[in-house]
């Protein structure tokens, strides 16, 4: 993912028992916390642009139709002989 030109703060608040772990896992990491939150929310955004192409995807596919190939020899009628 290319890394934009620009970045931009943003403020979040979060509970002293999380940024207590959270500075612990950066450290464990040799990050930062704000390196830590903007690795998952690039990650998070990731797996969301990959999710919407994928259903786009689909539904296009659902939309067009699948043949399976094979022929009907059986009229409708016949099919639906009782």
Same mark, same amino acid.
């Given at each position: 993912?290319?890394?934009?030109?620009?970045?931009q703060n943003v403020t979040v608040?979060?509970?002293?028992?999380? %940024?207590?772990? /959270? @500075? %612990?896992?950066? /450290? @464990?990491?040799?990050t930062s916390i704000s390196r830590l939150l903007a690795d998952q929310l690039e990650m998070l955004t990731g797996e969301d642009e990959a999710y919407e192409k994928a259903r786009r995807s689909a539904v296009c596919l659902m939309e067009k139709g699948f043949h399976l190939g094979g022929t009907i020899t059986a009229s409708r009628?016949?099919?639906h002989e009782r």
């Open positions: 993912m290319a890394a934009p030109s620009h970045k608040s979060l509970s002293p028992e999380t %940024i207590r772990k /959270a @500075r %612990i896992l950066a /450290a @464990r990491r040799s009628e016949e099919l």
